[in-house]
C-alpha cells in the first residue's frame, strides 16, 4: 500500500504541489505570528527591565498612542517623588509612538534628561555623544547594527529628518531617544511628560515606597516596573481572539486545500478505484489509502511550512527592527492542525472512493 501511495503522489505532482503549498501555508500562518507575538512582547518586557527603575509613576488617561495625551504629566511631579522616603533618583520621561521605518507596526521613541536617564538605567554612550540639539537623537547598538546606522546619518523622527549623534547600550526602553524638550517642543507641550521613573534606595522596599507614593499623591498611577513589563500581554484584550483566529484560519485554509485536492484526485482515480474493489478490495482499504496518502501529503507540507516560516521569520528580523521567538509548542501545535487538517480534508472524498460501485467505475471515461 506504501508503494501505491507514493505512486499516486509522485504521479500527480502539480496537485501534491498545490496541496503541499495549502498546508504550508497553514503551518506558516500559526509559526510566524505567534512567534512574532512572543517575540515582541519578550523583547519589550526585557527593555523595560533594563530602565532599572523600580517604579512607574503616571497620570490617568495617558497613552502613548494618542498625541492629545501622551505628555500629560507635570515634571514638578518629579522633585515631590525625590522627596518621598526611600526614594534614591527620579528621571522624567516623555513618549511618543510613530509608524515603524518598515511600515510594520509603531516604533516609540523617549524623550529624556540624559543625565537622571543614565544615572537611573546605567546607559552609556558606545560611539559618538549625546544629543546636544533638537535636531539629534540617539539609538541603541542593536538599532544601530540593524538599520546600519552609524554616527552622523539622519534617521526620520516625527516626519522630519534627524540625526544621529550617538550609539548607547545597553538597550532600555524605546530604541530611539532624544532630549525630553525636544519631545516637548516638538508636541506643544512645555514641562510635560509620559512618566516618571523612580529607583528605590532599596530594591527590595519597592512596595513599601510604591505605598508612600499613592498616599502622598493620590489620583495618579503608581506601577511596578516588574509589572509593567510583566502587563503587556494584557495590555492587548485581542490577543488571545488573534491568536485563536489565526489557528482558526490556518485549519480552514488546510483543510479546504486537502479536501479540494483529494476530491479532485478521486475523480481523476476512479477507474483504478474500480479495479481494487474488483480485485477485492474492502472500503476500509480504500479509506485507509486515500487518507494515507492525504497525511504524507500533510507530512510534507508541515516540513515546508517550518522552514518557509524559519526564512520568514529571517527576513522579518533581517529588514525589520521586530524581534521573533520561536516556541516548540506552537510549531508541535501547528504541526498537529496540518495533519489534522490533511486527515480532514480528505474524510469525505474517502467515504466517496470507497462507495463507488466497482462496474461504474470500470467504465468511467
Known sequence: ??????????????????????????????????SLVRGMLNDRMQRERGIGAEI?????????????????LDVRYA?????????????PVGRYAQRGPSGLGVEQID???FDSYSAISGLQMVEGRVFQSHDEVIVDDFKAAQDKLRVGDPIQVFGQMKTVAGI??????????????ALQEAQAAPGKCTFIMVQCI?????????????????????????????????????????????LTLSIIVSTL???LAMYTTITERTREIGILKSLGASKRY????????????????????????????WGIERWTTLQLEFDWKWIAIAALVGLGAGALGAIYPAIRAANQDPVKALSYE
Open 1 to 34: 500500500m506504501d508503494s501505491l501511495i507514493v505512486s499516486n503522489i509522485r504521479q500527480r505532482p502539480t496537485r501534491t504541489l498545490v496541496s503541499v503549498v495549502g498546508v504550508a501555508l497553514g503551518v506558516v500562518l500559526i509559526v510566524v505570528n505567534t
Open 56 to 72: 512607574q509613576f503616571s497620570r490617568r488617561g495617558s497613552s502613548v498612542l494618542s498625541p492629545s495625551s501622551v505628555l500629560s
Open 168 to 181: 548607547y547600550s545597553p538597550a532600555s526602553g524605546p530604541r530611539i531617544k532624544m532630549s525630553l524638550e
Open 286 to 313: 480504500i479509506i485507509s489509502v486515500i487518507e494515507r496518502e492525504a497525511l504524507a501529503i500533510s507530512a510534507i507540507g508541515v516540513v515546508f511550512g517550518v522552514l518557509a516560516a524559519v526564512g520568514v521569520s
Open 202 to 246: 532599596r530594591p527590595e522596599d519597592q512596595e513599601a515606597v510604591r505605598d508612600r507614593i499613592n498616599e502622598d499623591l493620590p489620583g495618579n498611577i503608581v506601577l511596578l516596573t516588574s509589572d509593567v513589563a510583566t502587563g503587556f500581554g494584557r495590555a492587548f484584550p485581542g490577543l488571545d481572539g488573534f491568536i485563536n483566529s489565526v
Open 111 to 113: 524623550g529624556i534628561d
Open 257 to 259: 486545500v486537502i479536501l
Open 79 to 91: 522633585d515631590r517623588l525625590s522627596r518621598i522616603e526611600g526614594v534614591k533618583a527620579v528621571s
